[in-house]
T-cell receptor, first 114, second 111 residues
Framework: DTAVSQTPKYLVTQMGNDKSIKCEQN?????MYWYKQDSKKFLKIMFS???????INETVPNRFSPKSPDKAHLNLHINSLELGDSAVYFC?????????????FGQGTRLTVV | EDKVVQSPLSLVVHEGDTVTLNCSYE??????LLWYKQEKKAPTFLFML????IEKKSGRLSSILDKKELFSILNITATQTGDSAVYLC???????????FGQGTTLQVKP
């Protein structure tokens, strides 16, 4: 049973295209995230939703639009893809505790823009 | 600006060696510090630390947090080739669950 699953695992597309990445979690968590990992392995948060409500929106181009139809799903749509969007995108989920919040990550989607 | 810095950036050791990975941070509204191990795919959770001076231990791995000096260390004793991975330190800032990651330490354990 995969806790946090993303599709697709690999995505190769041309500049200017529009693409979506889907994420689902079966952990019953209230909060979901999108992180971007660049070629130097640096992970940076992009968005976070709590019970379908956007709570974190970092400095990300408007071409990136997250959508959360319910608390178990968080999709990422990217318009007009650029070469610099090539990276690994990780979905994660967490359930807030009294002290600390531990995030569980999906397997990642490697996006290559050519 | 919130910042998490790990050192060293990379490390090569031989099986059986002991390694210490470092993580320092400057973060407003600190809530917790987490260590993750990333092999080929998803980062997998190792430890969450919230209190100073209390060691967390799992097998050959252990970690401790110093909230006064703003750093944490991750120790791995009797390293094995399966320990080869990128080790990520992250600090949870504020109540949103947002994690701020360091650059990671790439550990290679040679037979």
């Amino acid at each position: 049973d995969t806790a946090v699953s993303q599709t697709p695992k690999y995505l190769v597309t041309q500049m200017g295209n529009d693409k979506s990445i889907k994420c689902e979690q079966n952990l019953g968590h209230d909060t979901m995230y999108w992180y971007k990992q660049d070629s130097k392995k640096f992970l940076k948060i992009m968005f976070s939703y709590n019970n379908k409500e956007l709570i974190i929106n970092e400095t990300v181009p408007n071409r990136f639009s997250p959508k959360s139809p319910d608390k178990a799903h968080l999709n990422l749509h990217i318009n007009s893809l650029e070469l610099g969007d090539s990276a690994v995108y990780f979905c994660a989920s967490s359930q807030k505790r009294v002290v600390g919040t531990e995030a569980f990550f999906g397997q990642g989607t490697r996006l290559t823009v050519v | 600006e919130d910042k998490v810095v790990q050192s060293p950036l990379s490390l090569v050791v031989h099986e059986g060696d002991t390694v210490t990975l470092n993580c320092s941070y400057e973060v407003t509204n600190f809530r917790s510090l987490l260590w993750y191990k990333q092999e080929k795919k998803a980062p997998t959770f190792l430890f969450m630390l919230t209190s100073s001076g209390i060691e967390k231990k799992s097998g050959r791995l252990s970690s401790i947090l110093d909230k006064k000096e703003l750093f944490s260390i991750l120790n791995i004793t009797a390293t094995q080739t399966g320990d080869s991975a990128v080790y990520l330190c992250a600090v949870e800032a504020g109540n949103t669950g947002k994690l701020i990651f360091g650059q990671g330490t790439t550990l290679q354990v040679k037979p």
